[in-house]
C-alpha cells in the first residue's frame, strides 16, 4: 500500500525550536541532594564555537533523545510545557507551548519566552521524566530520576518562564533530590505521575514503589519522601528469585535483567472517582496489569489483546522493553473510561477495553470489539514502518485514533475515527493521512541573463525565515570546509554574519579564469560556482534531517491539537483547507470537486514544462501587472501580457493536446461558475481572523501561524499563478470568436481576480520572507529589567516583518469552539484572501518600517501603495529617510492639496511615526501642512529643500491673510510665518543664499529682536565665508546702522589681525561704500595698533622685500588715504583712545609735533589765537580793496589777486572756526565722561607726521640705531647708539 492511497485531510508545519535571543536561555544547575545553584548562560562567543563543531557535537547539544509535551490539568497560563533532553541526556529543557493567551488570564499580555535549562549531576533516564500540576498552587513540579538513582523535584513558578529575576538567585528550595533506599537493589525503569504528592516507579522485577511526600519534610528523619513498595507476587516468592537456577525468564535491556513481569508502558487515571488512581502497565510479557494505588493490588491481569495463547510460547509474546507508548486512557465519565492497547507484536494490533471501577477499588474490563481487529495500516507496503506512538481523542462520533509511524528518521502521522454503533463495523471509515512536506526547495538555475547573481538566490533560499537554525548553518559550514581542506581551529569568524561567512567560504572554491579563446570564461564561473553551492545545500539537507526525526505524539485536549515532537523541532498538524484538500488529493479527488481539480490539474501540469528562463520571463511580466498602473482595456492587457510572457514559445501540441483532455473539447468545462468555485476555496469559510474579541496568539502561536502563512502563501501563489497562465492560453488558444471563452463569459473579470489575488499574495509573501532586528525591551510590563539589560549592550532578536506589522492583531475568537488544528487553518485562509478582514494597510507598515529605522525595507513596499494622499506622504518620508530629496519634494508636493484640506475627523495611525504636534499641522491648510515639511527636511539637513518648502508656506500664509476675519486665524498664521522666516533665513544662511536670508530678514518687521540676532548671525555667516563683496553690496534697509554696530562690536573683539575672520577689513569696506571715510579711518587705526600691539612694526626686511614695506607702513598710507578722502577739511580727523600703558608716550607728543601735555584745551588754545591774529590783517585789506576796485573799472590787478588770497585765507579761518566749535563741544562732553578712558584727536597731519617717524624709525634699525627709550623718533630725550 502506497501512501497516495490514503486521503489526505492534514497538513503538518514544522517549527523551530532555536530560541530569538540567546539571553533567552537559562542555565540551571541542579545540584546532588538538597543543593541548586544557578549559573548565567555560556556567552555568544563560546556558543559560536559550541555550535560549529563536527557533526557529534551538534547532536549532542541539538538533537533531543526524549521529547515530549505537557499540559497542565488546573491552571492555564502557561498550560502548556514542552520539554527536550539535550547534550548526553544531562540537560532537560523546558519551555512554554501555549498557542494563544486565554483573556480571562491576569498575564494576559505577558508572554513567556525563556527556555529553562535544568543541567543534571548524572544523566537522567529518559523513561523516568514527569511533570505535575499543584491545583492549590500556579506551579510546573518536575520529577526526575537520574542514573545514580537521585529523585529529583522541582518546582517552577510562571514568571521562571518571564523573568530572568526571578532566577537570579538560583530555585533555592524549589529544587530538591532524594536518594531512595528502595533504588538499591531495584532497578527504575518508568516514573508515573498521580500527582504532585504521590509518584510510582515502575522496577525491573515487576514491582512498583509508591512515593508519598511527607507533610513535614524537615522532621525527625529528614526525608521528602515516603516509600511504599508493592510486588507482583509475594515477599517470599521474590526471594526465591534471588536463588540461582530458581529465575523465572527475563529479558536484557541495558545492563539490567528486566523481569517479563516488568511494566514496560503505563497510564494512571482515577476513571472518574474523587480519591481512587488505578495503574495500567504493559508488562513484557504482553499482558495488561491494573494496580490500585492506594492498596498496592493488582485488579486485573490479562492479555492485551484478548488473545489465547501457549504458555510456553513466551518468546513469541515478549515485548521489547524500550516500548514506551503501548496504552492510552480515554475517560467517559464518573467510574468509567476507554482503554486503547497497542500490541507491537508481528504486524501490531489495537484493541479497545471499555473498563468500569467503582470507588471500593474494584474494576471491570471488557473488550469492546471481541470480533473485530484492528491491524493499522502503514503508510507504504515497500519500506518498514514502524509504529512509535499513538493517542485517543473523543469526538461526537466515537474515538478518534491518532497514529504515529516511523522509518528510519522518516515519519508519517495518520489518524482513524471509529464508528462504534456503526453497522458495516467500527473501523470502515478509513485512515486520513497528514501531508508531510518530503521534497525541499531548491534554487532556480542561473542564466546570463539573470538580474540578480547566483549567490543572491542561493542566500535567499537558505535563510528563508524558520528553514535552518543558526547551529544547523554553522555545522554545515565546518563540514563543508573540513570537505575542502580549508577549515583551521580556533578560525574566528566573530566580526562576520553568518551569511557574509557562508558566502566567502564558498565563494573562494571558484574563480573566473579566461577560456579557449582569451576572454573572461563566465559560463565557467557559473557553473563552478552552482555546482559549489549546490553541495553545501544538500550538505544542509542532510544534517537538518537529523533534526526531524520524530519522538512522540502529543494530543492537547482541550484546544484539540496535535504536536509531533521532534529531535530538534515541534511539528504541529492542522486541518487542510478546501484547496490543500484538492491539491493534496488531485489524482483522487471527491465526487464534489472533480471540476475544479480538474482545472486545478490543468494549470498546475501546463505551467510545469516551463523552463526557468520562461517562468522568469512570466514572472517578469505578471510583475507589470501587479505593479503598473493600465489604461487599456482588459483584453489588452491579457495580449499584452501573453506577448511579454512569451510562453506560448515552449508550448508543444502535446501540451496544447493535455489541457484539452484535461478540459474537454474548446475547453467546454471551462464555466463562470467553475471560476467562482476555485475563488470560493481562497476565501475564509468562518470568521477567521474577524475583529471581534480574542484569544491572542502568544509568541510561540504567532510563530505557528506565520510558518503557516508562509506555507499557504506558496500553495496558493502557485495555483493561481498557474491559472493566470492557463487562462490566457486558453484565450488565446481558440480563434472561432463564437466559441472563444470571451463569447462565454466575463474572462476580463476573471482576469482582474487573479490579478487582484496575486498582487496580495505577492504582498504577503515579502512581508513572510523578510526579516528584520529589533531591540530587546528593557524591561516587561511587570517591571522586571531586561536579559541584557547589565550588560550595557542592546541586544536585538530578528522577527518577520508580517509578525512585526500585523501580528499584533492575529488571535481567535474568544468562543471560537473549534479545535486548533482547524481554527489556525481559518485564520491563514482570512489572512491570505483576497478579500480578507486583515487589512494590509501598506502605509501603516511603512510607517512602523521607518520607526524601526528600516527606510530600505519600507521603500520595498513602495510598489504596494496605494495612490492616496497619505499614502503619498508616507512615500515621501521614506524616499527623506533614504536622502533621495528630490523624490521627497515630489511626494510631498503631490500629496499637499489632499493632507492640507481642514477634516472634522481624522483617522490617527502612524504607528507613532506621527506625534501629536505633526498631526496637527496636518489638514489643516497649506501653509501649516508646508510648515510640516520644512521640519522633516531641516532634520535631513536638507536646506536648500527647506528653502523651497519655506517659501511656499509663506507664499500661502500671504495668500491667507487676506481672507482672514478673526484674530486668532491671524495670530495663528503670524505664528506660523514667523517660524518660516526663521526657518527659512537658517537654511539660507547655511547654503550660502545670502541674497535669500537678507529679504527674509527685511520681511522680519514683527520681532525686532529675532531681525536683530539673525542680522548678527548673518554678518558673522558672510564674514566667515568671505563674501565680504556681497554684504558691502547688499541694501540691508533700515537696518545699516546695525551692521555697522555688528561689525565694529567684532572688530573689538579682534586680537589677531591677520589671522581669522578679516573683521576690520570689512568694516572698511562697508564704511568706505557709505563713503564713511572718518569711521573706515577709524578703523584703519585701531587696526594699525593692534598690529603695533603684535609687534608686525619690529619685522623689518623679514621677506627681504622692501624693508620699509611692513603690515604697518602699509596701514599708515590706507589710514592716509582715507582722511585725505574727506571732502570737508575740518572733518579730516579722527579720536585715538589712550591706553593706560601709552600714557608716557601721549605726554611726550603734542598735536604739531610740540612736547609738552596733549589735550583738548592746547588745540583749542593754538586755533583760537590763530583766529585772533588774522582777523585784523583781514579787516585792513578788505577795507583797502573797496576803493582801488572802484578805480580799476573791474580789471584784475595785485590787489584782486591779494583778495583772493584773503578770501583763501577766510575759507581757512572758516574751516578752523568750526573746528574749534566742535573741540569745544567735544570738551564739553568729555567733563561728562571723566571716568571714562582718555582719547586724543589725531589730525590728518599728525598721521601723516607718525608715518614719517615710523620709517625713520625702520631706517635707524637697519642703521643699527636703537633707542633706550620708548617714542616714535630719537627728539626729546631719545639717544640712539650704532
Known amino acids: 500500500m502506497s501512501a497516495r492511497d490514503f486521503e489526505i485531510l492534514y497538513k503538518e508545519t514544522r517549527l523551530n525550536l532555536e530560541p530569538s535571543t540567546s539571553s533567552s536561555i537559562v542555565q540551571i544547575r541542579v545540584g546532588s541532594h538538597t543543593q541548586s545553584s544557578f549559573s548565567r548562560s555560556t556567552t555568544a562567543s563560546a556558543r559560536a564555537i559550541n555550535a560549529a563543531d563536527d557533526e557529534k557535537a551538534y547532536r549532542i547539544r541539538n538533537i533531543a533523545t526524549a521529547s515530549s509535551v505537557y499540559y497542565r490539568k488546573h491552571h492555564a497560563s502557561p498550560r502548556g510545557f514542552h520539554w527536550r533532553v539535550l547534550e548526553n541526556d544531562t540537560v532537560l529543557s523546558i519551555r512554554t507551548a501555549d498557542v494563544c493567551k486565554p483573556n480571562h488570564c491576569q498575564h494576559n499580555d505577558t508572554d513567556a519566552p525563556l527556555v529553562l535549562n535544568l543541567r543534571f549531576p548524572s544523566p537522567i533516564r529518559t523513561s523516568c521524566i514527569g511533570f505535575s500540576d499543584p491545583e492549590a498552587h500556579d506551579a510546573l513540579c518536575v520529577h526526575v530520576v537520574d542514573q545514580s538513582n537521585q529523585l529529583h523535584t522541582i518546582t517552577l513558578r510562571p514568571d521562571h518562564f518571564r523573568k530572568r529575576l526571578a532566577t537570579d538567585g538560583g530555585l533555592g528550595e524549589l529544587c530538591k533530590s532524594y536518594s531512595s533506599s528502595g533504588f538499591g537493589f531495584k532497578q527504575p525503569h518508568r516514573l508515573v505521575v498521580v500527582n504532585h504528592e504521590q509518584l510510582l516507579v515502575t522496577m525491573h522485577d515487576g514491582g512498583i514503589i509508591r512515593f508519598d511526600r511527607n507533610s513535614r519534610p524537615n522532621g525527625a528523619n529528614g526525608n521528602l519522601w515516603k ?69 498496592g493490588q493488582i485488579m486485573y491481569t490479562g492479555d492485551i489483546l484478548n488473545a489465547k495463547r501457549d504458555p510456553q510460547d513466551i518468546a513469541r509474546w515478549t515485548i521489547d522493553p524500550s516500548q514506551t507508548n503501548l496504552i492510552r486512557i480515554l475517560d467517559n465519565g464518573p467510574g468509567q473510561c476507554l482503554v486503547v492497547t497497542y500490541s507491537p507484536i508481528g504486524s501490531g494490533e489495537f484493541k479497545f477495553w471499555k473498563v468500569k471501577a467503582n470507588a471500593q477499588g474494584s474494576i471491570h474490563v471488557a473488550d469492546c470489539f471481541p470480533e473485530q481487529k484492528l491491524v493499522p495500516a502503514s503508510p507504504s507496503s515497500l519500506d518498514i514502518w514502524t509504529l512509535a506512538d499513538f493517542a485517543v481523542a473523543q469526538q461526537a462520533e466515537g474515538p478518534e ?62 535563510f528563508f525565515p524558520g528553514r535552518f537554525s543558526k547551529s544547523t548553518l554553522e555545522t554545515a559550514l565546518v563540514m563543508y570546509e573540513k570537505g575542502l581542506g580549508t577549515y583551521k581551529e580556533g578560525n574566528s569568524r566573530s566580526n562576520k554574519s553568518i551569511a557574509e561567512s557562508i558566502c566567502s567560504v564558498v565563494g573562494a572554491t571558484t574563480t573566473l579564469d579566461r577560456s579557449s579563446v582569451g576572454g573572461l570564461d563566465y559560463e565557467q564561473f557559473r557553473g563552478t560556482s552552482e555546482t559549489q553551492w549546490t553541495r553545501f545545500w544538500r550538505l544542509l539537507l542532510e544534517l537538518d534531517k537529523q533534526r526531524g526525526e520524530a519522538l512522540s505524539l502529543v494530543l492537547d485536549s482541550v484546544d484539540g491539537m496535535i504536536w509531533v515532537a521532534c529531535a530538534d523541532l515541534l511539528s504541529s498538524v492542522r486541518q487542510c483547507s478546501d484547496l490543500d484538500r484538492i491539491y493534496h488529493n488531485i489524482e483522487t479527488p471527491s465526487q464534489k470537486d472533480q471540476d475544479v481539480a480538474a482545472l486545478v490539474s490543468a494549470g498546475l501540469n501546463f505551467v510545469e514544462v516551463f523552463s526557468d528562463s520562461v517562468l522568469e520571463l512570466s514572472r517578469a511580466a505578471l510583475r507589470a501587472e501587479l505593479f503598473e498602473e493600465s489604461s487599456l482595456s482588459d483584453a489588452d492587457r491579457m495580449q499584452q501580457f501573453y506577448d511579454k510572457a512569451g510562453f506560448w514559445r515552449q508550448v508543444t501540441e502535446e501540451d496544447v493536446a493535455q489541457v484539452a483532455e484535461t478540459l474537454g473539447q474548446n475547453f467546454q468545462m471551462v464555466t463562470p461558475r467553475l471560476y467562482e468555485d476555485l475563488f470560493e476555496l481562497i476565501t475564509a469559510a468562518g470568521d477567521g481572523n474577524s475583529q471581534e474579541l480574542r484569544a491572542p496568539f502568544t509568541g510561540f502561536g504567532r510563530k505557528l501561524v506565520i510558518r503557516t502563512v508562509q506555507e499557504t502563501i506558496e500553495l496558493h501563489w502557485k495555483i493561481l499563478f498557474s491559472q493566470l497562465i492557463l487562462l490566457v492560453h486558453m484565450e488565446d488558444e481558440i480563434e472561432d470568436e463564437k466559441i472563444a471563452l470571451h463569447a462565454r463569459f466575463d474572462v476580463g473579470l476573471v482576469y482582474r481576480k487573479l490579478v487582484d489575488a496575486l498582487k496580495r499574495l505577492e504582498h504577503l509573501r515579502w512581508m513572510v520572507k523578510t526579516e528584520l532586528t529589533i531591540p530587546v525591551p528593557t524591561a516587561d510590563q511587570s517591571g522586571s529589567a531586561s536579559p541584557v539589560a547589565n550588560r550595557g549592550k542592546q541586544e536585538t532578536y530578528a522577527i518577520t516583518a508580517l509578525e512585526g506589522l500585523i501580528g499584533h492583531l492575529l488571535g481567535l475568537p474568544e468562543s471560537h469552539g473549534e479545535p486548533l488544528l482547524s481554527s489556525i487553518t481559518d485564520v491563514v485562509l482570512d489572512i491570505c484572501a483576497p478579500t480578507s478582514s486583515t487589512e494590509l494597510d501598506n502605509g501603516i507598515m511603512q510607517c512602523w518600517l521607518l520607526k524601526q529605522g528600516r527606510p530600505d525595507l519600507a521603500k520595498e513596499l513602495s510598489p504596494f501603495a496605494q495612490q492616496d494622499p497619505f499614502a503619498t506622504y508616507i512615500q515621501g518620508r521614506v524616499f527623506l529617510a533614504l536622502n533621495e530629496h528630490s523624490t521627497a519634494a515630489q511626494c510631498f508636493k503631490k500629496a499637499s492639496v489632499g493632507l492640507s484640506t481642514e477634516r472634522t475627523t481624522v483617522q490617527r495611525h502612524s504607528a507613532g511615526l506621527l506625534d501629536d504636534t505633526e498631526w496637527r499641522l496636518l489638514y489643516s491648510g497649506l501653509p501649516n501642512y508646508y510648515a510640516h515639511v520644512v521640519n522633516l527636511f531641516e532634520r535631513q539637513r536638507a536646506y536648500s529643500y527647506v528653502v523651497e518648502f519655506s517659501k511656499l508656506a509663506l507664499q500661502f ?75 558691502v553690496n547688499l541694501p540691508f534697509s533700515g537696518l545699516q546702522s546695525m551692521v555697522d554696530d555688528i561689525l565694529v562690536e567684532k572688530c573689538r573683539q579682534v586680537r589677531d589681525v591677520l589671522n581669522g575672520v578679516p573683521y576690520h577689513q570689512v568694516l572698511y569696506a562697508w564704511r568706505i561704500s557709505h563713503n564713511d571715510y572718518r569711521g573706515a579711518a577709524s578703523v584703519l587705526l585701531d587696526r594699525l595698533q593692534k598690529l603695533r600691539q603684535m609687534g608686525e612694526g619690529d619685522k623689518v626686511g623679514v621677506s627681504g622685500e622692501d624693508a620699509l614695506d611692513t603690515q604697518v607702513t602699509r596701514q599708515y598710507l590706507l589710514l592716509i588715504n582715507a582722511l585725505s578722502c574727506v571732502q570737508s577739511k575740518g572733518e579730516a580727523y579722527i579720536l585715538e583712545d589712550i591706553l593706560s600703558d601709552d600714557d608716557d608716550e601721549a605726554e611726550d607728543v603734542k598735536p604739531n609735533g610740540k612736547g609738552g601735555s596733549d589735550n583738548l584745551e592746547d588745540h583749542l588754545d593754538d586755533l583760537m589765537e590763530r583766529l585772533d591774529t588774522a582777523e585784523e590783517p583781514a579787516k585792513q585789506q578788505q577795507q583797502q580793496q573797496q576803493p582801488s576796485k572802484k578805480k580799476t573799472g573791474g580789471r584784475t590787478t595785485r590787489a584782486s589777486a591779494a583778495a583772493a588770497s584773503t578770501t583763501s585765507s577766510e575759507a581757512q579761518q572758516e574751516e578752523d572756526r568750526v573746528l574749534a566749535e566742535k573741540l569745544r563741544q567735544f570738551e564739553s562732553a568729555s567733563e561728562s565722561f571723566a571716568g571714562e578712558s582718555r582719547r586724543r584727536l589725531l589730525t590728518l597731519a599728525d598721521i601723516r607726521k607718525q608715518y614719517q617717524q615710523e620709517l625713520d624709525r625702520i631706517v635707524a634699525i637697519q642703521n643699527n640705531q636703537f633707542g633706550f627709550t620708548d617714542g616714535f623718533d630719537g627728539e626729546d630725550g631719545d639717544v640712539f647708539m650704532s
Open 227 to 295: 516509600e511504599t513498595i508493592y510486588n507482583v507476587a509475594g515477599w517470599g516468592q521474590s526471594l526465591q528469585k534471588l536463588v540461582p537456577f530458581k529465575r523465572d525468564p527475563t529479558v536484557r535491556y541495558g545492563n539490567t535483567n528486566m523481569e517479563l513481569t516488568a511494566a514496560t508502558s503505563t497510564a494512571i487515571t482515577n476513571a472518574g472517582i474523587d480519591g481512587a488512581a488505578f495503574l495500567f502497565t504493559i508488562c513484557l510479557d504482553h499482558r495488561m496489569r491494573v494496580w490500585d494505588v492506594r492498596t
Open 401 to 462: 485514533l491518532w497514529t504515529l509511524w516511523k522509518n528510519n528518521i522518516t515519519y508519517r502521522v495518520q489518524k482513524l475515527q471509529v464508528h462504534p454503533t456503526s453497522a458495516t463495523g467500527p473501523f470502515e471509515d478509513g485512515w486520513k493521512s497528514v501531508n508531510i512536506e518530503s521534497s525541499a526547495a531548491s534554487a532556480q538555475t542561473s542564466g546570463p541573463c539573470d538580474p540578480v547573481d547566483s549567490s543572491e538566490k542561493w542566500l535567499e533560499l537558505i
Open 957 to 1031: 500664509i500671504q495668500d491667507n491673510q487676506e481672507d482672514e476675519n478673526t484674530s486668532s486665524q491671524r495670530t495663528k498664521h503670524n505664528d506660523v510665518k514667523t517660524e518660516m522666516l526663521s526657518r527659512l533665513f537658517t537654511a539660507s544662511t547655511a547654503i550660502s543664499q545670502f541674497d535669500v536670508a537678507h529679504s527674509t530678514l527685511l520681511s522680519m518687521t514683527d520681532d525686532e529682536v529675532l531681525q536683530k540676532s539673525y542680522l548678527r548671525r548673518l554678518v558673522e555667516k558672510m564674514c566667515e565665508a568671505g563674501q565680504n563683496t556681497e554684504l
